[in-house]
Structure formats: structure tokens, C-alpha cells
């Protein structure tokens, strides 16, 4: 399943360097309202191209799912890319990644390797429980607006790996 914001007439792609001003065109705007974000509770989901912000708890729950992707999207800020005092405290996490059992949640990838793939992530990652194996999390601003440089405090680690979960990168 792929949920492509960047589908929409004049969205675009990041196009600059690691430590450059992230230049992505967000089109969609998700705003949670205080309500659950992403549940994505299977495998193979891409979510790209979209700005999910105001969730009562993480924008993005990979609960019990593998071989799924979040790409280019800013986590926990408005398609703006900076902070919006009018949801100052919202997403207590940005993306969670963990589940039950001992194939839990394997497999994932936040990020990547090229300048479209990276994440503007506010609120930060955990991966937890001992099914929660191999996953990458990478090219990505965690913890600050689209410049990189400049800090949003959500009072939580930026990636945080625990309960047993091994072999993520």
C-alpha cells in the first residue's frame, strides 16, 4: 500500500543535501487533533509526502508490522517545517515501532539513503519489544525543523531502542 502525498499537483520532493534547509513541497496536512495518528498494524505500507502533526501519541504506531516505510514526510510539524505554537506540545513520539511476539515489528525503514527520503521528526523514534529486529533508521532530522539546526523540544529521546529489540540500525 503506498499513501503518496506528493501525488498532489505541486508537491515536491526534497532536493537538498544532508545539512541543507529541507526544501520538500507538503501538500497534505494531517492534522490529528489530539487523536491517535498512522496506525500501520500489517506490512509492506509506504507513507511519503505528507506533514502529520497533533497526535495525542505518536503521529506514526508501526504496531505488529514488517517491510513498511516512512519517507519525506515531516513528523509532528506542520507542512510549514517549523514550529507552530499552536501545537507545541503535541506527539509525545514521533514514530513508534514495536508490537508483540517474537516477530513483532521487523524490518522498517524511517528514512533512507537519498535527499527525497529524509524526515523532519519531532518527538524522535523508539523501537521496542524482542520482535522489533532490523530496523533503519537513517538520513533523517530528528528533534529540529527543516533546517536541521534549529531544536523542537518534545522532552523525549531522539531515538530511543528498548525492551529487547536487537539488530536495528
Known amino acids: 500500500l503506498l499513501i503518496n502525498g506528493y501525488s498532489q499537483p505541486g508537491a515536491a520532493v526534497n532536493s537538498n543535501n544532508f545539512g541543507e534547509t529541507d526544501n520538500a513541497a507538503m501538500l497534505i496536512n494531517i492534522n490529528c487533533n489530539n487523536k491517535s ?3 500501520v498494524n500489517g506490512q509492506n505500507t509506504t507513507l511519503q509526502g505528507m506533514a502529520i502533526y497533533n497526535a ?3 503521529a506514526v504506531n508501526i504496531y505488529d508490522g514488517g517491510n513498511n516505510v516512512v519517507k519525506g ?3 509532528g510539524i506542520t507542512s510549514s517545517g517549523i514550529r507552530n505554537t ?3 506540545e503535541a506527539n509525545i513520539e514521533g514514530i513508534i515501532i514495536g508490537g508483540s511476539g517474537t516477530d513483532a515489528s521487523p524490518d522498517n525503514i524511517i528514512g533512507g539513503t537519498n535527499n527525497a527520503d529524509r524526515n523532519i521528526i519531532t518527538g524522535g523514534v523508539h523501537i521496542y519489544g524482542n520482535g522489533s529486529l532490523r530496523n533503519k533508521i537513517y538520513g533523517n532530522y530528528i528533534g529540529t525543523d527543516i533546517t536541521g539546526d ?3 523540544d518534545r522532552n523525549t529521546a531522539g531515538i530511543m531502542i ?3 529489540a536487537s539488530y536495528n540500525q
Open 56 to 58: 495525542s501519541d505518536a
Open 37 to 39: 495518528g498512522f496506525l
Open 150 to 152: 534549529t531544536a523542537i
Open 162 to 164: 528498548y525492551d529487547s
Open 73 to 75: 514526510c515531516y513528523i
Open 86 to 88: 499552536t501545537y507545541p
